[in-house]
């Protein structure tokens, strides 16, 4: 069984991550699914808030974690950097 990777190599890993926007319209099952899909294809997602949802991100960001039943590596102003380990 392969350990966790380190934040720095998530961190590396998601520079070159397709970045998923949240906006307005919020989070809703499709964003979800696309969610679960990057990260059963990479492990790694970034997700973007869109600056007039600033006050939600946080509510969001649990909302996600726990649908997706994945991690948060790293929270910095309106980017947040995922990681679910492959089975």
Not at 24 to 33: H, L, R, W
Not at 56 to 80: C, M, P, Q, W, Y
């Given at each position: 069984?392969?350990?966790?990777?380190?934040?720095?190599?998530?961190?590396?890993?998601?520079?070159?991550?397709?970045?998923?926007?949240?906006?307005?319209s919020g989070i809703g099952e499709s964003?979800?699914?696309?969610?679960?899909?990057?990260?059963?294809?990479?492990?790694?997602?970034?997700?973007r808030f869109s600056k007039s949802i600033?006050?939600?991100?946080?509510?969001?960001?649990?909302?996600?974690?726990?649908?997706?039943?994945s991690k948060l590596v790293d929270f910095?102003?309106?980017?947040?950097?995922?990681?679910?380990?492959?089975?």
């Amino acid at each position: 069984m392969s350990s966790i990777p380190s934040k720095k190599d998530i961190m590396n890993r998601s520079l070159s991550t397709i970045t998923i926007s949240i906006g307005k319209s919020g989070i809703g099952e499709s964003v979800i699914a696309e969610i679960k899909r990057q990260l059963k294809d990479r492990e790694v997602v970034k997700i973007r808030f869109s600056k007039s949802i600033s006050t939600e991100k946080k509510d969001h960001i649990n909302e996600i974690i726990e649908k997706t039943n994945s991690k948060l590596v790293d929270f910095r102003g309106n980017v947040a950097v995922l990681f679910k380990k492959k089975r």
